[in-house]
């Protein structure tokens, strides 16, 4: 694996030499674990102008679950009264990593200024004045939109556990029970069967609440005849999918519930449909919001029809009607088309999917869970 680390600081290498800058500061977690492997809680990625550290606040730990930065990066850290050795600079790491800068002789550094506060900021220029600081933009999260099959895998085995979890909870008796007990259910069933941790706050909606997205669970308890969404996710190896089902509770569906489902099902088959290399954003989520929008929806719809996942639960790309840019092969998305009718609920169907060219099947679905509308 540390060749794949290295590759990928090669390339951002690349990308920030080309503007002219000599060297480059990583600081926003999910970015610094992309190309460090696993890192203490605030450290910061230097690609220097003679090596590359990763510094440190305290020794990485060895928890299986967290993994160890990658062995060819070298480690410089911090005690955690915030001084390193050498450095006589405090505190912050990000800010040392500015100092070790000057010390390889670089005259700029790239910062993620999307992720630095004013106040860091200033700090980085305060104690590096004579560097020119300039800023990486999202180079790192450009690199991260196409997945490596060893990603892949993480993911994959990610929806497997959301899947079991999701599946378990099903066999078990609902009615009486609360959003919210249900939802930490959810969530330990998915640390049981091999999870980091959810991937995100476990959202279970029952009658009126359902179908909302991002819906926070509350003491509402789940009544016969109701709409039950849930949506969850498991974190593994770092790596978070997303599933999301509706159900109804305890008898037949009534005719609109069916009418409803049958309508965001057609909706999110359409969307799946359209994951192909080469597909713009913005076409992906016309294709699941024409269906909706056709049948008077348009009022009711989410923001957007899709996201990219990953290291972080919302990334790059996004399937919303604006978005500009097209797929690539290896790109793992959700398609998640919803409608909510306030004071009577609605429905979310969710799934994570990769896209793969019509040669090696067409997309491939990570979270297998049945979209049947069962009765439960």
């Not at 610094?32 to 090596?51: D, F, I």
């Not at 995100?200 to 969404?229: C, I, K, M, Q, Y």
């Not at 999110?268 to 929806?297: F, I, K, M, N, T």
């Amino acid at each position: 694996m540390s060749e794949v680390y290295a590759t990928r600081r090669s390339r951002l290498r690349d990308h920030f030499t080309a503007a002219g800058t000599a060297a480059a500061l990583v600081t926003r977690p999910a970015n610094v674990r992309y190309l460090a492997a696993a890192a203490p809680q605030g450290s910061a990625l230097l690609l220097g102008k003679r090596e590359d550290l990763l510094v440190c606040i305290g020794q990485p730990d060895d928890r299986p679950a967290e993994g160890r930065p990658d062995e060819n990066l070298r480690l410089h850290i911090l005690s955690p009264n915030g001084v390193g050795a050498g450095s006589g600079i405090g505190g912050d790491a990000a800010v040392v990593a500015a100092g070790l800068a000057v010390a390889q002789e670089a005259d700029s550094l790239a910062v993620e200024e999307h992720h630095l506060t004013v106040t860091r900021h200033r700090a980085i220029a305060s104690a590096a004045p004579t560097l020119r600081l300039g800023d990486l933009g999202g180079a790192v999260e450009q690199l991260r939109v196409v997945k490596d099959e060893e990603e892949i895998s993480c993911l994959r085995i990610g929806a497997e556990i959301a899947d079991q979890a999701l599946g378990e909870l099903l066999e078990s008796i609902l009615v009486g029970r609360t959003e919210r007990h249900l939802a930490l259910e959810l969530e330990r069933r998915l640390v049981d069967h091999g999870a980091d941790g959810p991937a995100f706050p476990t959202s279970v909606a029952t009658g009126p609440n359902s179908g909302r997205r991002g819906h926070r669970p509350t003491d509402r308890r789940v009544e016969e005849g109701d709409f039950l969404s849930v949506c969850l996710g498991a974190t593994y190896r770092g790596y978070r999918c997303e599933i999301g089902r509706t159900f109804v509770i305890g008898t037949s569906p009534a005719e609109w519930q069916i009418e409803l489902y049958d309508l965001v099902f057609a909706a999110q088959r359409a969307g799946r449909e359209s994951l192909a290399p080469g597909a713009a954003y913005r076409d992906v989520d016309r294709a699941a919001r024409h269906v909706l929008d056709s049948a008077g929806y348009a009022e009711a719809l989410p923001p957007l029809t899709g996201h990219g996942v990953g290291l972080e639960i919302d990334e790059d790309p996004q399937l919303a009607p604006a978005a500009m840019g097209k797929l690539d092969a290896c790109v793992p998305v959700t398609v998640e088309p919803g409608v909510h009718l306030p004071g009577r609920g609605g429905v979310r169907i969710d799934d994570t999917l990769v896209v793969r060219p019509e040669a090696d099947g067409g997309p491939e679905l990570l979270t297998i869970t049945t979209k049947e509308l069962l009765a439960l």
